[in-house]
């Protein structure tokens, strides 16, 4: 969307701590959430899903938070190791019909050992 | 399973250049084809999409154009090239009818010179 001309925010942490990415979303008809991480060079990677119907999901080590009042989605991943390190962006979907998947603002994960 | 295949992975081409890049998605009927761009550090910028053999939306106005000449394949073309073509283009696909995730390819970098 209109983000995509800034530069991606920084998030550093240490490897064990637990990292959090968020994520606001703008269309209140989207129903559908996806969080990818993207290393360098490479195409964004599917990690974990949610649908509106639902305020929490859990994966291996990270959970996803979903709270529509806000239009704010979180990322949690416990115990950050360094091949965690990666860019993650939130994408949005969802009304009726074909609707395109819509990109937020990625985050750049920075883990130190 | 389906898998999706674009190449080249990296191109430098001169300025005033032709250009094609293509993708094509094996195991799966009638996907919804993406193209995105990607500037050094930035986010994801959708350039166009389809839903269907021939038929192309376009998001943003722009030297480039795309294709849709079989069901699975998608080809992003220009007929000259600019130096603010450059960047980092993936190709990605997701189901047809239903509104979930959509799965990349590994990109191909684009520097023009």
């Known amino acids: 969307g209109e983000s995509v001309g800034l530069h991606l925010p920084t998030l550093s942490v240490q490897e064990g701590d637990n990292s959090i990415i968020n994520c606001a979303y703008s269309?209140?008809?989207?129903?559908?959430f996806i969080w990818y991480k993207q290393e360098s060079g490479k195409g964004p990677q599917f990690i974990i899903d949610?649908?509106?119907?639902?305020d929490k999901r859990q994966g291996q080590r990270v959970t996803v938070l979903l709270n529509k009042t806000v239009k704010h989605l979180s990322l949690q991943i416990a115990a950050t190791q360094p091949g965690d390190s990666a860019v993650y962006f939130c994408?949005?979907?969802?009304?009726?019909?074909?609707?395109?998947?819509?990109f937020g603002t990625g985050t750049r994960l920075l883990v130190s050992p | 399973s389906q898998t999706i295949h674009q190449w080249p992975a990296t191109l430098v081409q001169p300025v005033g250049s032709p250009l094609s890049l293509e993708c094509t998605v094996e195991?799966?009927?009638?996907?919804?084809l993406y193209w995105y761009r990607q500037a050094a550090g930035r986010g994801l910028q959708l350039l166009f999409y389809?839903?269907?053999?021939?038929?192309i939306s376009s998001e943003v106005p722009q030297n480039l154009s795309a294709s849709r000449p079989q069901d699975r394949q998608f080809i992003l073309s220009s007929k000259k090239l600019l130096l603010s073509d450059s960047g980092f283009y993936l190709c990605?696909?997701?189901?047809?009818?239903?509104?979930?995730?959509?799965?990349f390819g590994q990109g191909t970098r684009l520097t023009v010179v």
């Open positions: 990605a696909w997701s189901p047809p009818w239903v509104n979930t995730e959509a799965f």
């Open positions: 269309n209140s008809a989207s129903d559908y």
């Open positions: 949610i649908r509106s119907n639902m």
């Open positions: 994408a949005e979907t969802g009304g009726t019909g074909f609707q395109k998947l819509v």
């Open positions: 195991g799966t009927s009638n996907p919804n």
């Open positions: 389809s839903v269907g053999i021939g038929q």
